[in-house]
């Protein structure tokens, strides 16, 4: 069992910037690849960036890419989302999820493990 807690989430002006933790406990943190999936409502819930259990491979949604970095901190077990230059659009409620793999998941059936969300929301 891995357990996930997002802190991080606010609300912001456009064009502003905020940071995300996901601090993960109960298992081998480096087992385990990472995910930030974000939901607006009414909306699916969508990947927004992953990263691999090595750290070596990412992937990020085209309508992040340039302006989200996804990384990890294996000391403190820890995924981080750094989102800049943020839209209206990106208001959602963000999560964080482990998966058990070497690949790099980019579908939330992918996924073993989440988060509760964290609220961001971007005024215009």
């Known amino acids: 069992q891995v357990q996930l807690v997002e802190s991080g989430g606010g609300l912001v002006q456009a064009g502003g910037s905020l940071s995300l933790t996901c601090s993960t406990s109960?298992?081998?943190?480096?087992?385990?690849?990472m995910g930030w999936f974000r939901q607006a409502p009414g909306r699916e819930r969508d990947i927004v960036a992953a990263?691999?259990?090595?750290?070596?491979?990412?992937h990020y949604a085209d309508s992040v890419k340039g302006r989200f970095t996804i990384s990890r901190g294996y000391a403190k077990n820890t995924v981080y989302l750094q989102m800049n230059s943020l839209k209206p659009d990106d208001t959602a409620v963000y999560y964080c999820?482990?998966?058990?793999?070497?690949?790099?998941?980019?579908?939330?059936?992918?996924?073993?493990?989440w988060g509760q969300g964290t609220q961001v929301t971007v005024s215009s």
């Open positions: 999820a482990a998966a058990a793999t070497s690949a790099t998941p980019t579908t939330r059936s992918g996924y073993d493990y």
């Open positions: 109960g298992r081998t943190f480096s087992n385990y690849a």
């Open positions: 990263i691999s259990r090595s750290g070596l491979s990412t």
